[in-house]
Every structure is written in structure tokens, then in C-alpha cells.
């Protein structure tokens, strides 16, 4: 229990869970309100969670339904790492419908693809289903000739 002080007035008891991180040496804290006056609307959730639906299934339609899939660190118009950002400029010379995930958004996201692809690193790229990669298996099919094979179904952009 920690007692809250405003202004030296001492405010009410509240339970609360702290989660800390390190970052360039500098600690960052957070804290959830495990008040039971605290209304739902403004307790954290998860959307993924609440909808019934599991990441895992989540990324399997994915997959399933976009030609080119490509879970990334960013999105494809603006890339926040130099594999993903290679990744999405090889695929882009081929003009085909692009579609992806910033994992950087939720971490457990994060975490399915890998247990999803059996692959540690990002990005993972997906082509009509199957797991194909990362940056540079992209870039060393794409060099081989391999990767436009690969794409020659795929319909273009419009």
C-alpha cells in the first residue's frame, strides 16, 4: 500500500503494480491503479485480448490474406530500421500490394509473429503464405532473380 500525499494532505491508499525499465541509464516507471472505484472506461486493455480473437490467428489471416505481408520495425512509408527499410525497397521495385505490421506498436504482436514464423529477428517477410525471411534473404533473392519469380502472380498495384 502507498499512501498519496497532495499538497501534505494525505490522500486515500492505492494498490499499485510497478513496472520499471532501464533506458540510457535513466529509469522509467508505470504504474496500474488496482482501485476497485476506478471506473472500466479508463482501466487499460487490450483490444486483441477483449475481442476473442488470438494474435496468432490474427497473423495467420494476415499472412493468408495478403499476397506480400511484412512485419516490420515501422511501417512502410516510414521505416525506423535499416533492415526493415531495405526490406520494403526491394519489395517496392516489384509494384505489387505491400501490406504490413509495425511491431513496434505491441510488443506482445511482437512476440506471435515470432513464435508464428519460428524466426528470432525482424523483418519477416511473408509471400502468398509462406514464410520467407528477412532483409537479406529478400535482397539475395531479389539479386538471384529468385524473388521475381516468386512475384510473377502477384497483381500489381493499381
Request: a neutral charge; hydrophobic letters at 35%; proline letters at 5%.
Amino acid at each position: 500500500m502507498a499512501t498519496i500525499l497532495f499538497k501534505g494532505i494525505a490522500a486515500r491508499s492505492l494498490t499499485t503494480r510497478l513496472t520499471s525499465s532501464s533506458y540510457y541509464g535513466m529509469r522509467y516507471t508505470t504504474k496500474v491503479s488496482n482501485d476497485t472505484d476506478t471506473h472500466d472506461d479508463f482501466k487499460p486493455t487490450n483490444k486483441v485480448e477483449n475481442s476473442g480473437t488470438s494474435l496468432s490467428s490474427i497473423i495467420e489471416q494476415d499472412v493468408k490474406d495478403n499476397p506480400v505481408m511484412i512485419y516490420m520495425k515501422g511501417v512502410p512509408d516510414f521505416p525506423q530500421c535499416g533492415f526493415s527499410s531495405l526490406a520494403v525497397k526491394v519489395l517496392k521495385q516489384y509494384d505489387v500490394p505491400l501490406s504490413a505490421r509495425n511491431i513496434l506498436q505491441d510488443p506482445e504482436v511482437k512476440d506471435a509473429v515470432k513464435a508464428f514464423s519460428h524466426w528470432p529477428t525482424f523483418p519477416q517477410v511473408f509471400i502468398k503464405g509462406e514464410f520467407i525471411g528477412g532483409s537479406d534473404i529478400v535482397l539475395s533473392m531479389h539479386q538471384s532473380g529468385e524473388l521475381k519469380e516468386k512475384l510473377k502472380d502477384v497483381v500489381s498495384k493499381q
